[in-house]
Nanobody, 115 residues
């Protein structure tokens, strides 16, 4: 069971990045999925979540209107489209799959915003 995150990197303020989180060893279709982030010295915080079928999403106030969470269950992949990136967005972004008491985490991807 593994979640592999990709798509992190360096972007200028106002730029965009798209993170992907692909599952191996299980199918994500029955799992609620989420993106979290953790900046140095800060607590990990929930960025966005999506229901198992993708019909329901929720976002942290700080990213509403800028970030979009989506999933392609046929590709076993979760996405996070990040637009209008700001100086307060840099962090390690991690994905999580959850079903009842079971959960799995991806390894995280570094997002850096710098001019």
């Amino acid at each position: 069971v593994q979640l592999v995150t990709s798509g992190g990197g360096l972007v200028h303020p106002g730029g965009s990045l798209k993170l992907s989180c692909t599952a191996y060893g299980f199918t994500i279709s029955r799992y609620a999925m989420s993106w979290y982030r953790q900046a140095p010295g800060e607590e990990r915080e929930l960025v966005a979540g999506i229901s198992s079928a993708g019909g329901s999403t929720d976002y942290a106030d700080q990213v509403k209107g800028r970030f979009t969470i989506s999933r392609d269950n046929a590709k076993n992949t979760l996405y996070l489209q990040m637009n209008s990136l700001k100086a307060e967005d840099p962090a390690v972004y991690s994905c999580k799959a959850r079903h009842r008491a079971w959960e799995a985490w991806g390894q995280g991807a570094q997002v850096t915003v710098s001019s």
